[in-house]
């Protein structure tokens, strides 16, 4: 009628719950002596077992919680890391610009005549000549056959400056 392993566990049940009462009951009374004692002795590896059991589903529920926390603090914390790294980019490209500017000025105070700042805003793509597009034209006093100079020496000179701020050296 009633499988063994379906007997087992209400036999299992049973002595449980026996061994709850019993302790129960030897709580407010001295501990219980002969069939007492044996149902406690039977009963002690089941009631531990038990104990461990729930103590370990407790242990890994409190864990699971604890990494999902963890795990929202670590995207955070990437994200911070991200806008960090980014700020420091944006900090090492200003300094490195206002180096660049620095020199500009510098330069610009060595030449000996009037300079016109530039900046190179394109390059042609063909391998036969070597020319870029500025952003200064003829209405910026720019004119065909002056030189391309950097602080690093001449580096060119101008061929066809248009008529509006869009140059060529």
């Known amino acids: ?4 392993k379906t007997v087992l566990i209400l036999v299992g049940i049973l002595l449980v719950t026996v061994n709850v009462i019993l302790l ?7 501990p ?3 069939i007492g004692r044996v149902m406690m002795a039977f009963a002690a590896p089941f009631q531990g077992l038990a104990t461990r059991t729930a103590n ?3 242990g890994v529920w409190r864990d699971y919680f604890f990494l999902v926390s963890v795990s929202r603090q670590n995207q955070q914390l990437k994200q911070q890391l991200g806008q960090a790294v980014q700020g420091n980019v944006q900090q090492r490209e200003l300094e490195l610009e206002n180096n660049r500017l620095r020199e500009l000025l510098g330069f610009k105070r060595s030449l000996p005549g009037p300079a016109i700042a530039a900046q190179i805003i394109g390059k042609d793509p063909s391998a036969w000549f070597k020319t870029v597009i500025i952003d200064k034209g003829q209405a910026d006093g720019v004119q065909r056959g002056l030189p391309a100079v950097t602080f690093h020496g001449v580096v060119g000179q101008i061929v066809e400056p248009p008529a509006t701020s869009r140059g060529c050296c």
């Open 32 to 34: 219980a002596a002969g």
């Open 56 to 58: 370990a589903v407790e």
């Open 24 to 30: 129960a009951i030897t709580t407010r009374r001295p």
């Open 1 to 4: 009628m009633f499988s063994k």
